[in-house]
């Protein structure tokens, strides 16, 4: 069975609390459909914010809003064990209540960074490690009796007792991916499969392969596993220009952190947007002396068109999704950023969203 063509946000959990529960409370009113939180690790200090625990700042935003889908996109399985992560999963499954949540896994080479786990030496088993943590997630929120042995986590986990006050059944699981062995699988063995920052109708298209044949491998129908994108965005309601000017910042960011935290896992991504190294480094440079605001300047607009962003005014977004969702895209990730953002949000909402309801 397809799965529906989803719209929703992309927040980083590196803002004060408030913030980042007053934005999604303005997507709960503006009718998005999920917000995706992706863990800010300590990299982010260097620029100024300071980084908070996806799983904690997801069982709140659930208590702030009715309807909004809430996402770990993500959290990284060399950070907590599974059983822990079933654990702190059935608090925001209560939280939230019936079908609004998910389960997100992603490796973040740039945690691996700041933990001093990264680097090929020591990075190890990383498909292992995305198999076992969703196989004993999904064994421990069944509430059936579990036991796994795997190649990097295992578990003993009783069944639940019918006396027990707990919310019944799984909540949907993703794998984060970019390199082809973690897309297929993916399509293998997830509900979804999320792609990261910066990523254009070239990757999707990418991607779709490598999921369609993860999901062949498995005997799955590949229509039904999400395709999750994360999009730089920005929006205008009238002036293109400005709507536009809106996504360099939050470009140039992301920029950065290929160069600096994921080379290699990032080639297919960046040649397949048609950047290169060298011309992207300024960027780069330019955030590490200067901040934010300095690396934006440094992303020109040939840059920020080959980053293929949803940004400019509301005809513009609409078009853009429109060739996301062609190549094969079934569920937007919006990267917004910047004061205006709730303001961005809305106008999503009101003059996007009808477009493709």
């Known amino acids: 069975m397809a799965v529906p063509f989803?719209?929703?946000?992309?927040?980083l959990t590196m803002e004060p609390l408030e913030e980042m529960l007053e934005s999604a409370r303005t997507m709960d009113r503006a009718g998005l459909d999920t917000v995706w939180l992706a863990e800010a690790y300590p990299w982010w200090r260097k620029h100024g914010m300071e980084a908070r625990g996806s799983t904690v700042v997801s069982a709140l935003m659930a208590r702030e809003t009715t309807r909004l889908t809430i996402g770990w996109g993500i959290i990284s399985?060399?950070?907590?064990?599974?059983?822990?992560?079933?654990?702190?999963?059935?608090?925001?499954?209560?939280?939230?209540?019936?079908?609004r949540f998910v389960v997100g896994f992603g490796t973040s080479k740039i945690f691996l960074n700041n933990t001093r786990q990264g680097g090929p030496p020591k990075v190890t088993k990383p498909l292992a490690h995305m198999r076992d943590s969703v196989e004993i997630v999904r064994g421990v929120l069944s509430g059936e009796r579990f036991e796994y042995e795997g190649k990097v986590f295992s578990a003993d986990v009783p069944a639940i007792s019918s006396e027990a006050h707990a919310p019944e059944g799984g909540v949907p699981v993703y794998v984060a991916g970019t390199a082809p062995l973690m897309q297929q699988l993916g399509g293998e063995i997830g509900d979804g499969l999320l792609t990261p920052s910066i990523t254009t109708p070239a990757f999707v298209r990418y991607t779709r392969q490598n999921v369609e044949q993860g999901a062949a491998q498995a005997g799955r129908d590949p229509d039904g596993v999400d395709l999750g994108c994360t999009i730089v965005a920005s929006i205008h309601a009238s002036d293109r220009d400005e709507g536009r000017d809106?996504?360099?910042?939050?470009?140039g960011m992301y920029l950065a952190n290929k160069v600096q935290n994921i080379q290699g896992s990032a080639d297919t991504l960046l040649d397949l947007a048609g950047l290169e190294q060298e011309e992207i480094r300024p960027v780069a440079e330019a955030m590490e002396e200067g901040g934010r605001l300095a690396a934006k300047a440094k992303v020109t607009d040939a840059i920020l068109d080959k980053c293929k962003p949803i940004a400019g005014t509301p005809a513009d977004c609409i078009e853009a999704i429109e060739e996301y969702r062609d190549a094969g895209c079934t569920h937007i990730m919006l990267e917004l950023w910047g004061d205006r953002r709730h303001e961005q949000i809305e106008l999503f909402g009101k003059d996007v969203l009808p477009h493709f309801r």
Request: glycine share 12%; aromatic share 2%; net charge positive.
């Open 6 to 11: 989803r719209i929703g946000v992309m927040q």
């Open 246 to 251: 809106g996504a360099r910042e939050i470009a």
């Open 77 to 99: 399985p060399y950070t907590r064990h599974p059983v822990q992560v079933a654990m702190d999963a059935r608090v925001v499954q209560e939280a939230a209540g019936p079908g």
